[in-house]
């Protein structure tokens, strides 16, 4: 059974970048037909997909976050990572690593809290 963990800090300052991991464990992160997704969900509203990356290391951004949004990949140590630049309080969320499969997600980590505040 597939874990995922995401882990970075809950508070980031505005105009910083805020980072995240997702560790995985339990299953590989190289298969060919997963994909490693970043989606998080702001206070009192609903999930937004933010981004993906693919066994081939190629990437997929959602258009109103692609010019600050980068999603990384350390096989070695099965963690894929976000970083959203120019952060303001609109981007504070909790922030999911979740597991795509055959166009569906079907694996999610916990969920981190992370507030933009000075």
């Known amino acids: 059974q597939v874990q995922l963990q995401e882990s970075g800090p809950g508070l980031v300052k505005p105009s910083q970048t805020l980072s995240l991991t997702c560790t995985v464990s339990?299953?590989?992160?190289?298969?060919?037909?997963?994909?490693w997704n970043w989606i998080r969900q702001p206070p009192g509203k609903g999930l937004e997909w933010m981004g993906a990356?693919?066994?081939?290391?190629?990437?997929v951004y959602s258009p109103s976050l692609k010019s600050r949004t980068s999603i990384s990949r350390d096989s070695s140590k099965m963690q894929f990572s976000l970083q959203l630049s120019s952060v303001t309080p609109d981007d504070t969320a909790v922030y999911y690593c979740?597991?795509?499969?055959?166009?569906?997600?079907?694996?999610w980590g916990q969920g981190t809290q992370v507030t933009v505040s000075s």
């Open positions: 990356i693919f066994s081939d290391l190629s990437t």
């Open positions: 339990g299953g590989s992160i190289t298969k060919s037909y997963y994909a």
């Open positions: 979740v597991r795509g499969y055959n166009w569906g997600f079907d694996s």
